[in-house]
């Protein structure tokens, strides 16, 4: 089962960024802390200092004997997580893509696959507006999920 109960310890964290914010990815699949859309903007994802409760996206397969490593895509600020077990062997990309113009807002993309085995992924999204003070509803719009908050970019 994906870890999603305790902190991870800072050291265990990978960031990426677009020049406009940036995101602390642990080696365990999670975003733990994410400022959205500017540095300087209330997080969305916050368990790294409290609990997942406060805000996780938790995206990672279920293999609990698993060595986990991450590396960086050469020349890049693409971060790669790696999960090495007996079963299976899965990658998660993480990066966070740069806009075509100062208007558009940060986009957190995430990508899992199966590079050999077969693994179960867990996926938990908790978007927790304002430091998880402000109420965060979830709603539809065609294919996409789309998080609001009251008075919330």
Not at 5 to 26: F, K, M, T, W, Y
Not at 94 to 112: F, H, Q, T
Request: charge should be negative; charged fraction near 30%.
């Amino acid at each position: 089962m994906a870890d999603t109960e305790r902190q991870a310890p800072i050291d265990a964290h990978g960031i990426i960024g677009d020049l406009r914010s940036a995101a602390l990815v642990n080696d365990k699949g999670s975003v733990d802390f994410f400022c959205w859309p500017e540095f300087d903007s209330p997080s969305i994802f916050c368990s790294l200092l409290d609990t997942p409760d406060a805000g996780i996206f938790q995206l990672a397969p279920d293999l609990p004997d698993a060595r986990h490593e991450q590396i960086y895509l050469p020349d890049s600020n693409v971060l790669q997580t790696r999960w090495l077990s007996e079963r299976a062997v899965v990658e998660a990309t993480d990066l966070l893509a740069i806009g075509d113009s100062e208007d558009d807002l940060p986009l957190l993309i995430r990508r899992v696959r199966v590079v050999s085995g077969r693994a179960t992924l867990r996926l938990r999204c908790a978007v927790r507006h304002d430091y998880a003070r402000a109420p965060t509803r979830a709603r539809l719009d065609g294919d996409a999920v789309c998080f609001e908050a009251e008075r919330q970019p």
